[in-house]
């Protein structure tokens, strides 16, 4: 059963979707992060969630009160921002991200550019950092991703040969175990897009069909 984005149940996964860029969110630039986060989502998620979406402009103290504000308060399970992350003087997400978090999640940000390395030597200068912000009775992990649609599947999704295998993994194939492991919802994907990966220990049979 696909997922849907609407859903609000109790057990539903929570996503915040930010997106960071002062043309866009003073209205001057199309903002194409978030629609690309929510297509990519629909694809690929076959659990309830629910989304709650964000766009501001590339200020530090604003980007870590709408971080804090969607885990502490919308209590989001994962929290995916885009843009912001480059070396320019504006580019603060990372800065912002670390702020927030109380532990580190490094694999996830060396995987991005290992990613893109596949296709542009420039990906060496991203700065994407990757966190879980604990409070006491809740915990998410907070991710940042790539400015561009393409980047955003890309690394999300991973790589694959010409015949469809996997070349590459993407980052959301560790994310559905990560949450299972903060105390979250459990998460199944399509595998097709990206498939989740769990130990076999940790994977649940699938619901048997109501009759």
Not at 76 to 105: I, K, N
Not at 122 to 148: F, K, M, Y
Not at 154 to 179: H, K, N, S
């Amino acid at each position: 059963m696909p997922g849907t984005s609407d859903s609000s149940t109790a057990d539903s996964l929570r996503v915040g979707l930010v997106s960071v860029s002062d043309r866009a969110s003073s209205g001057t630039y199309q903002d194409l992060g978030l629609p690309a986060l929510q297509d990519w989502l629909a694809g690929c998620l076959q659990s309830p969630y629910h989304l709650t979406t964000r766009l501001v402009p590339d200020e530090r103290a604003l980007i870590e009160a709408t971080l804090i504000d969607l885990v502490d308060q919308q209590r989001c399970h994962l929290v995916l921002t885009t843009g912001g992350t480059g070396p320019a003087r504006r580019d603060v997400t990372p800065e912002a991200t670390l702020a927030v978090g109380t532990r580190q999640m490094p694999g996830f940000g060396e995987q991005m550019r290992q990613i893109s390395l596949h296709f542009v030597p420039t990906a060496i200068l991203s700065r994407q950092v990757a966190v879980i912000r604990e409070t006491p009775d809740h915990a998410a992990l907070l991710l940042n991703l790539p400015g561009q649609p393409k980047s955003i599947k890309e690394t999300l999704e991973g790589l694959r040969d010409d015949a469809g295998q996997t070349r590459v993994p993407g980052i959301f194939a560790a994310i559905p175990y990560c949450i299972d492991l903060i105390g979250g919802p459990y998460i199944e994907t399509n595998p097709a897009v990206c498939k989740a990966f769990r130990p076999k220990s940790a994977v649940r049979p699938a619901p048997t069909p109501s009759t």
